[in-house]
């Protein structure tokens, strides 16, 4: 380890990974480091053995829920939308030769309803636009004309704006001219285009247009619905991209105690001490975790995993599905997510769904806050509750070249996750991201 690096890693977390696979690409001498025995950080996949283990649980897992090691339960778990930045990744660096992908069957919202609340599936064709009890027959006419006028709509020529300007034009405004109802709003903002509060509707109308664009552009792939789920869960994610970084030369390190992050001088980073040693660098990626005092708390994630024995009722029998709950449908400020997965995806044995509920923290009472989305679970067999600080960098990245990654949010899709992939590489290298440059094959490197 006593060598000089171009970059040191610090946590073998997807965000990490993949930017330590993208930095080796690019010829950079990458050493990643992790203090645990095993990858992937905060999104860990665990059998059931291991899941009763990290939560605490004394006894072992019940021959009910069948054997330990037919599970690979993510410990945060998140669908790669099938157009999006992730998935150009995967794409870009040819890392999905190590991994297999099957499309999620649904995507649905929740709308309240007098006595209780209902999910809806999100309309996936025009066709189903027009046989969905979402909207109402006018409504129907305006979501598509809205949905015309978004996937015609091109910045660079003017003549498909139809009255809104780019750089002024607010999402309000934008949905204000058709007239849409509240719940048709809730629906486009946080199912379609989704944002994870009330914050959407004061941004410019062309983030908006954009995120509603590729929801259907991913969509377009598979039909279903958008998203994409490894087969045997996101586990192998993070050590995909481990795989490429050492392809291309990167070094790693697991069960590695981090004893200190050594400065300069002048305050910037020079090395990295662990086991009495320290290997040199001027640059350094990691999680918040190893940066304690670099680090503000933003807030607290609640996450409840749950193994059923049937699938969600109202979701068509989905073996896989996407459920968002819409803050305002449920009085409050912050969404709640559901997915679920299941032996469809080789995660579980057969008959039996892992679901995930999570939610931004508001109150006092944390695991109450999930109940709008436990309630729409039926019988469940075995659940997990846990609550995490957020997480976000609050050091002078650009004169300590220490770059830090955000915590995972609630979301049940890897938006933002990509989004932080995309911000620490610019901050890193000082240019956006470029997918679209050839690169070598992996199987030219090895």
């Known amino acids: 380890m006593d060598d000089e690096y171009d970059c040191i890693v610090l946590g073998t977390g997807l965000t990490e990974c993949i930017l330590s696979g993208l930095l080796s690409v690019e010829g950079q001498k990458v050493l990643h480091m992790d203090r645990n025995d095993y990858y992937g950080g905060e999104c860990a996949s665990l059998n059931l053995e291991q899941l009763y283990s990290h939560f605490g649980e004394k006894e072992k897992p019940p021959e009910s829920l069948g054997k330990p090691r037919s599970y690979n339960v993510d410990l945060v778990p998140k669908f790669l939308m099938a157009d999006g930045t992730l998935v150009k990744i995967l794409l870009f660096t040819d890392v999905t030769r190590y991994l297999e992908f099957k499309s999620v069957e649904g995507s649905y919202v929740y709308r309240k309803e007098k006595k209780d609340g209902k999910i809806y599936k999100v309309p996936a064709s025009t066709s189903e636009v027009v046989s969905s009890s979402l909207m109402g027959m006018f409504e129907k006419k305006r979501f598509k004309d809205f949905l015309t006028f978004v996937l015609e709509f091109d910045e660079k020529d003017p003549k498909t704006w139809k009255g809104i300007e780019p750089k002024k034009t607010t999402t309000a405004e934008l949905l204000s001219k058709y007239k849409f109802d509240d719940s048709t709003k809730d629906f486009l903002g946080h199912a379609l285009a989704l944002y994870h509060d009330e914050s959407w509707s004061g941004t410019f109308a062309t983030e908006t247009i954009a995120r509603v664009k590729l929801y259907g552009e991913s969509l377009a792939h598979y039909g279903k619905s958008p998203y994409l789920y490894p087969l045997y869960g996101l586990g192998d994610l993070p050590q995909a991209f481990a795989r490429l970084s050492a392809i291309y030369g990167g070094t790693y390190m697991l069960n590695k105690p981090i004893e200190e992050i050594v400065y300069d001088s002048n305050g910037q980073v020079c090395g990295v001490k662990s086991e009495g040693k320290i290997a040199k660098t001027k640059n350094v990626i990691g999680d918040p975790s ?157």
């Open 290 to 446: 190893y940066f304690p005092s670099k680090v503000k708390k933003v807030g607290q994630i609640v996450r409840c995993i749950c193994i059923l024995s049937h699938p969600i009722q109202g979701s068509n029998d989905a073996a896989s599905c996407q459920i968002i709950i819409p803050q305002n449908q449920v009085g409050r400020k912050h969404d709640i997510y559901i997915s679920c997965v299941s032996f469809a995806h080789n995660v579980a044995p057969k008959g039996k769904y892992i679901v995930l509920v999570s939610t931004q923290v508001e109150g006092k009472d944390p695991k109450s806050e999930l109940q709008a989305g436990i309630n729409l679970l039926g019988n469940i067999d075995k659940s997990f509750y846990s609550i995490h600080d957020l997480y976000e960098p609050a050091n002078d990245a650009a004169k300590e070249r220490v770059f830090i990654s955000k915590s995972y949010d609630a979301s049940s899709h890897f938006a933002s996750i990509a989004q932080d992939v995309v911000r620490i590489y610019k901050q890193y290298t000082g240019r956006d991201l470029d997918l679209t440059k050839p690169k070598k094959k992996v199987e030219e490197q090895e």
